[in-house]
């Protein structure tokens, strides 16, 4: 079998096929754990996505196989052209219990909206981590943006922020983002800081 895939990124089920990356998988998991929130930014091409995809996620679903640690959901999105509503269905869709329309409005509402929605949802002992992948996006719909438009990314960008700096509920925020829109965060109250 040939252990490459061309220009896609590696997913999750061809893990077994992805290596070599092992300290940078390290790296991240260590500072996820201590800041819930990691960044992976580099140019176009150099397996951003593959290294979360088929190295940190596997490595974190690893852990749901022990019984003495705590359980992990894990939800992929992309931001698109309404990222609150993107978010709040990756989220609804993974928790049975959760309400969509429940939780966007929970989510429109209030830079906390993320938090209250999985207040009672989870267990004491899971955790949630939220991929966030080809944030980019966000910058592609906010060119010649309106107003209106700008402030839903803005509150979508404090909803992250505000979420990942919260310890109430545990929730772990990763982010893939090309290296050429960095200059562009910015534009972000937090997220420079964040990142």
């Known amino acids: 079998m040939n252990p490459f895939v061309g220009l896609r990124a590696f997913e999750n089920d061809e893990s077994h096929l992805f290596f070599g990356r092992e300290e940078h998988i390290a790296d991240v998991r260590t500072k ?21 995809r088929a190295g940190v996620l596997p490595s974190i679903q690893a852990e749901n196989e022990n019984p003495e640690t705590s359980g992990w959901n894990i939800i992929s999105m992309k931001p698109g052209n309404d990222p609150l509503r ?8 993974n928790f049975e219990e959760m309400d969509f ?15 209250q ?9 899971e955790r949630l981590l939220i991929l966030v992948d080809q944030f980019e996006e966000v ?3 906010t060119n010649d943006a309106s107003e209106d438009a700008m402030a839903l ?3 979508f960008v404090k909803v992250l922020v505000d979420t990942m700096r919260q310890r109430d509920i545990p929730i772990y925020i990763i982010l893939t983002l090309r290296s050429d829109f960095l200059g562009d965060c910015v534009r972000f109250e937090g997220l420079p ?3």
């Open 32 to 52: 996820l754990e201590s800041n819930h929130f990691v960044a992976v930014v580099g140019t176009s091409g150099t397996g951003k996505s593959s290294l979360i």
């Open 117 to 125: 929605a999985m207040r009672g949802v989870m267990d004491t002992n």
């Open 139 to 141: 910058f592609r719909f």
């Open 153 to 155: 990314y803005n509150h």
């Open 193 to 195: 800081k964040a990142i």
């Open 86 to 93: 993107n978010l709040s269905k990756a989220v609804s869709d």
């Open 101 to 115: 329309e429940k939780t966007l409005t929970l989510v429109k509402r209030s830079a906390l909206g993320l938090v």
